[in-house]
């Protein structure tokens, strides 16, 4: 019965709008504040630079290697992301070797999430201090490619105690190893991030399910964390989102023409995703946990941040690939994502089911129930550790009144980070999927917003045409 109110919710009217810097301000301070583990530290710092400092993102329409010094005008900007490399490496032995840079993490392929981070601050010199942020980053490539376990075929695991696949390495790993050769000249390095993805894609994508991605496969859960062969929507956010940095990585070097089949598969596979995902979504337009299990299916319920996490992507294809199949698809998601609620009751109907109600989803998604408390989460405390610079944009002021944010500025409803069949109440890679939303939107804009026209067709279709007519308003809420 909650899940029928919620679905009835999200069908009541809402306005579209954008989000206001202030709205973006109160986003990136409850980031600031609840990113600690691994893949969190380095999803934060992958958005606040794709956000705020642009032409120190992959995504650079200046071309990369980035500058290897920091104009005075983006000191305060960038801060945050060396905030999150200094506080990382400060906490290591730098002469230990072949080291993660998060030990003990359990998870072997989360810690090179913060890599991109930490090679960037020592590309602009950040290393003044005595930091040797160099020989962090090399300890990380070591430790992957040398000491993580492997299948037979060569796909790096994801965990430390088993060979087993996630669906999240392929955000965490290859563009790390991507941007280690790119700054290095090591093409040998960026070729391995796109055989990575190649190998994953191999392993997980699933024919039977119209090519969606399935979470988890190979090893046991005795060892460590059970598999999970469902198609969870953000495993399949993080994998064409991962893929897509990498192509950036390869479009944007000045070895963009040795890559250029790497960079076509690597396209075709981010719309592959696109497409099986794009099929399952209903009218509400955000994506259930599992993209293929309808709400109805019991325990199931509506994800925003998997949902956030793919639209920017669309934007993003829109702009790398001059794909614009499904930018009708992602207008309609983000504008249901930053809507206003019809009325004050709504955002309780949205959630379907109260936060810390940890009921699993079904049998059908195999040991998500069972092992989903293993998830993402460290065998030890050392990633939460790592406390999390506060941004210096932040503000504590409440988000104005959306039907998919709580009133302190969180989105809503979400999957429980560290328990992937379940719903949660706060994620802090939610968070980071809103802004990199953001940031995929306003540079879609900058840009002339390629495609819109399709976008603005479909929308009217749906009975949005005045809203999506003022899309070009977009370029005033560009956030530098």
């Not at 190979?218 to 064409?240: I, M, P, V």
């Amino acid at each position: 019965m909650l899940a029928v109110l919620a679905a009835l919710a999200f069908l009541r009217p809402v306005s579209a709008q954008s989000l206001s810097a202030s709205d973006i301000a109160v986003v990136t301070q409850n980031l600031a504040t609840g990113a600690q583990h691994s893949w969190e530290l380095g999803t934060r710092a992958q958005a606040l630079l794709n956000l705020n400092v642009p032409n120190f993102s992959v995504f650079t329409t200046t071309g990369l290697p980035p500058p290897t010094s920091v104009p005075s005008n983006t000191t305060s900007a960038i801060a945050p992301v060396f905030s999150i490399a200094h506080n990382v490496v400060t906490k290591l032995n730098a002469s230990s070797g072949p080291t993660p840079l998060i030990v003990g993490d359990g998870a072997a392929g989360d810690p090179p999430s913060i890599g991109v981070a930490v090679l960037l601050a020592n590309w602009t010199g950040q290393g003044s201090d005595g930091t040797d942020y160099a020989k962090a980053a090399l300890n990380q490539l070591d430790y992957t490619l040398n000491v993580v376990p492997r299948t037979p075929d060569g796909a790096i695991s994801h965990r430390a105690a088993q060979v087993q696949l996630w669906s999240d390495s392929v955000y965490m790993v290859p563009p790390f190893l991507a941007y280690y050769g790119l700054l290095t000249g090591n093409t040998t390095l960026m070729d391995e991030a796109y055989n990575q993805i190649k190998l994953y894609r191999n392993y997980l994508r699933d024919s039977h399910a119209n090519n969606l991605w399935q979470h988890i496969v190979l090893g046991t859960s005795g060892q460590d964390t059970g598999n999970d062969f469902g198609h969870w929507s953000t495993g399949n956010g993080w994998a064409a989102a991962g893929m897509l940095r990498v192509l950036a990585t390869m479009k944007n070097s000045p070895f963009s023409k040795s890559f250029s089949s790497q960079q076509r598969d690597l396209g075709n596979w981010v719309k592959e995703i696109h497409s099986a995902m794009f099929a399952h979504i209903d009218n509400t337009n955000i994506f259930t946990n599992y993209a293929d299990q309808p709400i109805s299916t019991s325990g199931m319920f509506y994800d925003a941040a998997s949902t956030a996490l793919i639209a920017s992507t669309v934007y993003r294809a829109a702009l790398l690939i001059n794909d614009h199949s499904h930018l009708p698809n992602a207008e309609k998601c983000r504008q249901a994502l930053f809507a206003a609620p019809s009325n004050s009751s709504s955002n309780l109907a949205l959630v379907g089911r109260a936060p810390g109600d940890n009921s699993t989803s079904s049998a059908s998604h195999n040991s998500a129930s069972a092992s989903a408390s293993q998830s993402h989460v460290s065998s030890s405390s050392s990633a939460s550790a790592t406390a999390p610079a506060t941004s210096p944009s932040a503000t504590t002021a409440p988000i104005k009144q959306l039907a998919h944010f709580s009133n302190d500025g969180w989105l809503q409803p979400v999957v429980n980070p560290n328990q992937f069949g379940v719903q949660g109440s706060n994620s802090p890679e939610g968070q980071a999927f809103v802004l990199e939303l953001q940031a995929s939107y306003n540079e879609w804009v900058a840009a002339g917003s390629p495609g819109a026209n399709a976008a603005r067709r479909t929308a009217a279709t749906a009975g949005w045409a005045s809203v999506v007519g003022c899309i070009g308003l977009g370029s005033l809420l560009l956030f530098v």
